[in-house]
């Protein structure tokens, strides 16, 4: 059984930092590309961040490039999100999600698994 549990999410001042973690089980981690991808209320899923299945690629959506960085540790089974910098526009449940693939989709459609979500909020 495929799990992806998420942590470090919570409630943070404008400007501040949370680092994400996703730990998972049940799959052969090191062949995932991994991504997090975020859904405000009333808004569409949207792609955050991805790292290929070695660790060796990293990408970003706009909106957070310079702010975030992703990360793996396929030792751990583990992939981070560092967030720096923190707006309330980042507020948002934040996914991390499976790709079976080397390099992360930037669409949601291609991952197999999926995370439970865990809340961020940026208050101004």
Not at 51 to 61: F, L
Not at 72 to 80: E, F, G, I
Not at 87 to 107: F, G, R, W
Request: glycine share 10%; proline share 4%; with cysteine.
């Amino acid at each position: 059984q495929v799990q992806l549990v998420e942590s470090g999410g919570g409630l943070v001042q404008a400007g501040g930092s949370l680092r994400l973690s996703c730990a998972a089980s049940g799959l052969t981690f090191r062949r995932y590309a991994m991504g997090w991808f975020r859904q405000a209320p009333g808004k569409e899923r949207e792609f955050v961040a991805g790292i290929a299945s070695s660790g060796s690629n990293t990408y970003y959506a706009n909106s957070v490039k310079g702010r975030f960085t992703i990360s793996r540790d396929n030792a751990k089974n583990t992939v981070y999100l560092q967030m720096n910098s923190l707006n309330p526009e980042d507020t948002a449940v934040y996914y991390c999600a499976a790709d079976p693939k080397v390099l992360p989709s930037k669409t949601a459609d291609p991952y197999d698994y999926w995370g439970q979500g865990t809340q961020v909020t940026v208050s101004s």
